[in-house]
């Protein structure tokens, strides 16, 4: 019997806001990391998922979608982060939607154009269209794309072809020793795993009021009397948006609170008990500063 070989890399997904890189990566890893709505923009941070199996460990890494508005702070800072990860990994996998190029697309092949990375497709979505066939005039565009070493028609949702795609980038990664311990799945704590559950049932019941001026930060997370304790203070711009967040007698801010606690308890397999504030910090999401202190760091 020969030895195992070990491989081990970082996979980036990149690619234009709302074409489905989160549930990509949680189908990947197995388990919901990344926070996913069908709002674009809903993942701000890069989030590493990590997963071991016998002899390959994959460290995915999920990213802000690029887009083309940069005159905000929060535009900027998430632009940053996806454009640092393609120059820092193995395998860069851009994802599209397979119902159509857009002009988004092209902004992001402008940015991985002179990355080193090996450069894979995923051509997500494709369980919407009616007929295959419609994917022919896109899958033509993509193979004329120069130094792309695969593409792969996937659906995240359905998990069709997943297993292919996990072949072919287990195929590319060079051999290596795990960086990580065999049973880490991430690099973020479980205090910003909980904040991001949050942000994600307010932008799924809110994302028509509020998509964008919304933030939550953890104030408290710890066991007491066998119960998780985890208080958060959604943060706000506008005093109007506090109201929409409360509800009528505080019916939203209950609705969002039960919603939150269950998620966490079927992660953690545990009690938890969730509090929620809701404070006003006018215009955190074009003040550099006021981001950073709402963990928003440059730290990639």
């Known amino acids: 019997m020969g030895e195992i070989v070990q491989r081990c890399g970082y996979v980036a997904f990149v690619g234009r806001p709302n074409v489905g890189k989160s549930t990509l ?17 809903t993942t701000r941070h ?19 979608g690029m887009h083309v508005d940069n005159k905000h702070a929060m535009n900027r800072y998430m632009n940053r982060a996806a454009k640092t990860a393609v120059h820092d990994v193995d395998i860069v996998v851009f994802v599209i939607d397979g119902t159509g190029w857009t002009d988004g697309d092209d902004l992001v092949l ?41 593409i792969i028609p996937v659906s995240a949702t359905k998990g069709d072809n997943i ?30 795993i909980a904040a991001e559950l949050i942000r994600e049932k307010l932008i799924r019941r809110l994302g028509k009021e509020l998509p964008y001026s919304l933030t939550v930060e953890i104030e408290e997370y710890e066991n007491k009397e066998g119960m998780l304790h985890v208080g958060a203070v959604i943060w706000v711009e506008r005093s109007g948006q506090k109201a929409i967040v409360i509800g009528k007698d505080g019916s939203m801010l209950k609705e969002i609170g039960r919603q939150s606690r269950l ?37 990639f």
């Open 25 to 41: 990566l949680n189908r990947l890893v197995g388990q919901k990391l990344c926070i996913t709505s069908r709002k674009p923009q």
């Open 46 to 64: 890069r989030v590493l998922g990590i997963k071991t199996t016998d002899d390959t460990q994959f460290i995915f890494v999920d990213t802000p």
């Open 110 to 150: 402008e940015r991985i154009e002179h990355t080193e990375a090996k450069v894979l497709i995923a051509v997500n979505k494709v369980d919407k269209l009616e007929k295959k066939e419609a994917l022919l005039p896109l899958m033509q565009k993509l193979s004329a794309i120069e130094n792309v070493t695969d």
């Open 163 to 192: 297993d292919t795609l996990e072949s072919t980038l287990k195929s590319l990664l060079p051999e290596s020793e795990f960086f990580f311990d065999e049973e880490q799945v991430t690099d973020r704590s479980m205090r910003f």
């Open 263 to 299: 998620d966490l308890e079927k992660m953690l397999d545990e009690k938890v008990f969730v509090r929620l504030w809701v404070k006003v910090k006018e215009g955190w999401s074009d003040d550099s500063r006021a981001l950073r202190s709402l963990g928003y760091t440059d730290d």
